[in-house]
């Protein structure tokens, strides 16, 4: 995270084409699925997920390649 934070300071995140910055983030618990019934946390396996603005989801390992992330989370953004 702190590499990614740094290459954004730096300008080094993006093409320079499309939304560039920060995409607020929230996290919620499913709607009608009882805590106690969740699944085994992701942050054990390594995994996470991104949810984008339009509700789509990537779920990724913690190896993930983050120029890439990005290339796929905004291509997600455009489909409505």
Request: no cysteine; net charge positive; hydrophobic share 45%.
């Given at each position: 995270?702190?590499d ?34 969740t ?18 989801r ?6 993930v ?6 290339r ?9």
């Amino acid at each position: 995270m702190n590499d990614w934070r740094k290459a954004a300071r730096e300008g080094r995140l993006g093409s320079g084409r499309g939304i560039e910055g920060f995409i607020p983030a929230l996290l919620v618990p499913e709607p009608g699925i009882p805590v106690a019934a969740t699944k085994p946390s992701m942050a054990q396996s390594g995994l996470m997920e991104v949810l984008s603005a339009n509700g789509r989801r990537v779920i990724v390992d913690r190896d993930v390649d983050v120029e890439a992330l990005l290339r796929i989370v905004r291509g997600l953004e455009t489909l409505r």
